[in-house]
């Protein structure tokens, strides 16, 4: 098949023309434009009217939904939140003005963010039976499978909330998930290391609360640093939301077919556990105490470009940034903020600048667009912090559930949805007869 654009995009003439060269004849496809971002050629009616599928493994062509929610520009490293770039969210913004934006497309009036707040400030508890749940968890167990098991769990314990056909059950499940998840994440943590769970205080703001929720003890009193906390709530709003990334496009997956709103989230969970998406800030933080000094960079660098090596800089490259990602330009800032608040310093923050500074001079990362992403930098501010590694993955996934919620309603909502069904290139065995066991 040939293909020949046809002035893709203009409004005078949104069509793409593809020729099939088996049959020599053309299809014309119309041409939709976004109000941002590269035009899409729509295949919709493609398969009914050329009997071919497209073929996308990884989706690096395909536009898989419509969506008001985020835009991502990877060659200018634009990040904007229902038009708001990530920059000025974070400096001037707060996560639950965030939260209010994705999920209703507009900045909150004072009167909107106070109900908000209260609302979700109001749903942090969870069921008390929840809190048995935990102790069918090893004690060691990973607080990711922890906080996917248990989020998975809600649906038995909410069951008021499932019916996603009643918009005002699906506000309840959205509220509750946003709620819920810092207090289930927290008790993942106070699990791992055996002290009593910390219940939510309504006096304190969402990142306050969970940071109380984390490191209080029943025994003391604790008071939340305000730059840690500031620190924290600026962690979440970069995390917020991604357009349709691996665990979002899971979530809307698991939801076109209708499952409840709290087994889509844990499925979203699921998938961001990967080291290639959300793992890679426990990953970026392991690989920087393995590489340990800046005179070990080379070393490491050399691996990262071997072909028979597995080794890759995690917390380096993305599919969609090719240029910078501005969430780890943040970050980085944030970084010296905490570390001035806490008087602390850690050397592997000079190792992690050393790193990116060899890796942005070098032709095999330059050529290959590689940049430091959100992760290179966030697991040394959550260190800083006093979390463990494996706590950072659940932080990650607390701040994108907000986003997965946006999303999943997002599509429900729209009245065109259908279940998602991806087809395939089939390279299996053709049909063939059936082998008895003594004969084969
Ligand atoms: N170190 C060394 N080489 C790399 C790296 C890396 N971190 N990332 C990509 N490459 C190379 C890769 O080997 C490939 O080379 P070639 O073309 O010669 O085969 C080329 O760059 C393109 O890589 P790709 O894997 O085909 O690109 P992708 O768009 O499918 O993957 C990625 C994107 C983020 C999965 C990948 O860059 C990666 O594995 N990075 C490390 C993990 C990481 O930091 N993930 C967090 C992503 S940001 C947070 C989030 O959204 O979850």
Known sequence: MSKEASSAGTPANNTFTLTDNRSGKAYTLPVLKGTLGPDVVDVRKFYGETDCFTFDPGFTSTGSCESKITFIDGDQGVLLHRGYSIDELAEHSDFMEVCYLLLNGELPNRAEKYEFEHIITHHSMVHEQLTFFYRGFRRDAHPMSILCGVTGAMAAFYGDSLD???????????????????????MAY??????????????????????????????????????????????????????????????????????????????????????????????????????????????????????????????????????????????????????????????????????????LNDPYFVDKKLCPNVDFYSGIILSAIGFPTTMFTVLFALARTVGWVAQWNEMISDPNQKIGRPRQLYTGPTERDYVEMGKR
């Open 164 to 186: 996603i056909t009643d918009p005002h059950q699906r506000l309840i499940a959205s509220h509750r998930l946003i709620a819920k998840m810092p207090t289930i994440a927290a």
């Open 190 to 359: 106070k699990y791992s290391v055996g002290q009593p769970f910390v219940y939510p205080r309504n006096d304190l703001k969402y990142a306050e609360n969970f940071l109380a929720m984390t490191f209080a003890v029943p025994s003391e009193p604790y008071h939340v640093n305000p730059v840690v906390a500031k620190a924290m709530d600026r962690l979440f709003i970069l995390h917020a939301d991604h357009e349709q990334n691996a665990s979002t496009s899971t979530v809307r997956l698991a939801g076109s077919s209708g499952a409840n709103p709290y087994a889509c989230i844990a499925a979203g969970i699921a998938s961001l556990w990967g080291p290639a998406h959300g793992g890679a800030n426990e990953a970026a933080l392991n690989m920087l105490r393995e590489i340990g000094t800046p005179d070990k960079i080379p070393h490491y660098i050399a691996r990262a470009k071997d072909k028979n090596d597995p080794f890759r800089l995690m917390g380096f490259g993305h599919r969609v940034y090719k240029n910078y990602d501005p969430r780890a330009t943040v970050m980085q800032k944030t970084v010296r903020e905490v570390f001035d608040a806490l008087k602390v310093t850690d050397p592997l923050f000079d190792t992690a600048l050393e790193l990116e500074h060899i890796a």
